[in-house]
C-alpha cells in the first residue's frame, strides 16, 4: 500500500523524545477509537483503541485519550524510536456500524 | 494466524479492462471489508460483509464496480469496466464477531490502469 499523500501534516521528533499526536472527529455517535500505524507498502497495522466510556488507555509505550466533550483523540508514543517512523490513522466506528470512517493521516518522522 | 491475505499484490491493466481482487479473511473473523486508499481521499470504505452477506455498499462509486462473498473464506472485489481514475490501492480487513474489536488489514493490492 501506498503511503498517503504528499500533503499530509507530518510531525518530526528526536529518537527518544515522546511524540503526541492529535486527532479531531465530529460524529457525536462514536463509540469506538483505534489508531493505526501505516508504513511503506503495508496495510494499516492496529496499535491500541478505545471505547467511549473511557477517557484513557495503555499500551505498550503508546498511550490513547479519549476528550468527548471536545472531540478530540491523542495518541501518544513514549521514547520514540525510528521504527515507529509512519503514518498514523485515527479511525471512529458510529454505534451499531462495524465499519470504520479513517482519518487523513498524520506522517511522524523520527530523526536519529 | 496468516493474517489477512490479498491478491494480486499488483495489477497493472488497461482501460476498459476487467479487473478482480480477492481476499482471504482471517480465519473466524464474521466481518470483511473493503477499503480504497487514494492521495486525495485517503482511506474510504466501499463495502462491508457480515456473515457473507452485504451490509452497506454505499461506498462503492459506481455500477462498475461489483464485489461478492461466496463463503466466510473468500471475497473478490470486480471492477469493470475498469478506468485510469480506479488507479489506487484496495485493501481488504476484516474484524470478529463481538462488539466493537478492530478491523486487521491486509497490505493491499496497488492497481494500476493506464
Known amino acids: 500500500g501506498e503511503s498517503v499523500g504528499l500533503h499530509l501534516p507530518t510531525l518530526s521528533v528526536q529518537e527518544g523524545d515522546n511524540s503526541i499526536i492529535n486527532c479531531a472527529y465530529s460524529?457525536?455517535?462514536?463509540?469506538?477509537f483505534i489508531w493505526y500505524k501505516q508504513e511503506s507498502g503495508k496495510g494499516p497495522q492496529f496499535i491500541i483503541d478505545?471505547?467511549?466510556?473511557?477517557d484513557k488507555r495503555q499500551g505498550q509505550r503508546v498511550t490513547v485519550l479519549l476528550n468527548k466533550t471536545v472531540k478530540h483523540l491523542s495518541l501518544q508514543i513514549a521514547a520514540t524510536q525510528p521504527g515507529d517512523s509512519a503514518v498514523y490513522f485515527c479511525?471512529?466506528?458510529?454505534?451499531?456500524?462495524?465499519?470504520?470512517?479513517f482519518g487523513s493521516g498524520t506522517r511522524l518522522q523520527v530523526q536519529p | 494466524d496468516a493474517g489477512v491475505i490479498q491478491s494480486p499484490r499488483h495489477e497493472v491493466t488497461e482501460m476498459g479492462q476487467e479487473v478482480t481482487l480477492r481476499c482471504k479473511p482471517i480465519s473466524g473473523h464474521n466481518s470483511l471489508f473493503w477499503y480504497r486508499q487514494t492521495m486525495m481521499r485517503g482511506l474510504e470504505l466501499l463495502i462491508y460483509?457480515?456473515?457473507?452477506?452485504?451490509?452497506?455498499d454505499s461506498g462503492m462509486p459506481e455500477d462498475r464496480f461489483s464485489a461478492k462473498m461466496p463463503n466466510a473464506s473468500f471475497s473478490t472485489l470486480k471492477i469493470q469496466p475498469s478506468e485510469p481514475r480506479d488507479s489506487a490501492v484496495y485493501f481488504c480487513a476484516s474484524s470478529g464477531q463481538w462488539g466493537n474489536s478492530p478491523l486487521h488489514f491486509g497490505n493491499g493490492t496497488r492497481l494500476t490502469v493506464t
Open positions: 460483509f457480515n456473515n457473507n452477506v452485504p451490509i452497506d
Open positions: 479511525a471512529e466506528k458510529d454505534t451499531g456500524r462495524r465499519a470504520l470512517t
Open positions: 478505545i471505547r467511549s466510556n473511557m
Open positions: 460524529n457525536s455517535a462514536s463509540d469506538y
